[in-house]
């Protein structure tokens, strides 16, 4: 063969490969999920109240109960996909799971890898500790242990702000407080929402520091590029608020955690608008 037919069939090679018909997305549309009947759900196992099983081996929880309601709203079942916190991106990128609802907080850098919805929750950073040490303050940390999982808001603040903190990482929430009841750390930093949570069920622990760094926000996230079911989930986020919906869910799922005088409006956001 010519040197000149070879560079034609190579040409065509790359045309080929760079044609959208050549890369299959990784995602399902909104229709494509209707014609499953099922939408796949990457949710915490181990993060009560937000994600976990329950001792009948059930999905319970702020974000599952959410999670429900979207199924329910697009007419199929729903299969929830148990997620570690470094993997949220994964799963979405490899189209093992249609959406993640795993207290996904929105920053610049995941923006790039995934596209989030509206959000529906808000939250900054806590810190919790043994009452015996108790931490008030980041500096308090200084040359000391604190324990994190990995690919969570905590470990890239801790990591920027204040590289004097060892940090201790863990893929599984449940390993990361076995740890600090273990001793391992002096205090565990993570969304302020759980450890306030985890501290009230935990007595000899307190949250001394309620809030670090900025007020985030928590959305559902889809594989980047499916604007269909972004699309959907965006106006169903809008819809549900004329119905106070996720302050339904806070009193299903958060009321009994954090209290008869806590105030929902300090976590919850309706209609994607703080």
Not at 72 to 78: E, Q, S
Not at 150 to 172: H, R
Not at 231 to 246: D, P, Q, T, Y
Request: aromatic share 10%.
């Amino acid at each position: 063969m010519k040197k000149s037919g070879v560079k034609i069939i190579a040409a065509l090679a790359l045309v080929l490969a760079a044609s959208p018909l050549a890369a299959k997305p990784k995602f399902r549309t909104v229709e494509q999920i209707k014609k499953s009947k099922t939408i796949k759900i990457a949710v915490f196992s181990d993060k009560k109240p937000f994600g976990y099983v329950d001792e009948y081996g059930k999905y319970q929880g702020y974000d599952v109960y959410f999670g429900d309601r979207i199924a329910k709203d697009l007419g199929v079942k729903v299969k929830y996909v148990p997620v570690e916190a470094a993997a949220r991106v994964e799963v979405l990128e490899t189209g093992k799971v249609d959406l993640v609802l795993a207290n996904f907080t929105v920053t610049p850098a995941r923006a790039e890898k995934v596209d989030f919805a509206l959000p529906y929750m808000k939250c900054a950073l806590g810190v919790v500790s043994n009452d015996k040490d108790l931490i008030t303050k980041p500096e308090d940390l200084n040359g000391k242990t604190l324990i994190v999982s990995k690919g969570t808001t905590a470990e890239t603040f801790f990591t920027e702000n204040y590289p004097q903190v060892n940090l201790l990482k863990f893929d599984q929430y449940s390993e990361a407080y076995n740890a600090l009841l273990d001793g391992r750390g002096v205090g565990l930093s993570t969304d302020n929402t759980e450890v306030l949570a985890w501290a009230i069920e935990n007595p000899g622990f307190t949250v001394g520091i309620e809030s670090l760094g900025s007020l985030d926000t928590i959305a559902p996230a889809v594989t980047k590029g499916n604007e269909s079911l972004l699309n959907w989930l965006n106006e169903e986020i809008k819809s549900l608020a004329g119905e106070k919906f996720f302050h339904a869910d806070y009193e299903a799922t958060l009321r009994a955690v954090y209290g008869p005088n806590s105030d929902a409006d300090s976590l919850v956001v309706e209609g994607g608008q703080l």
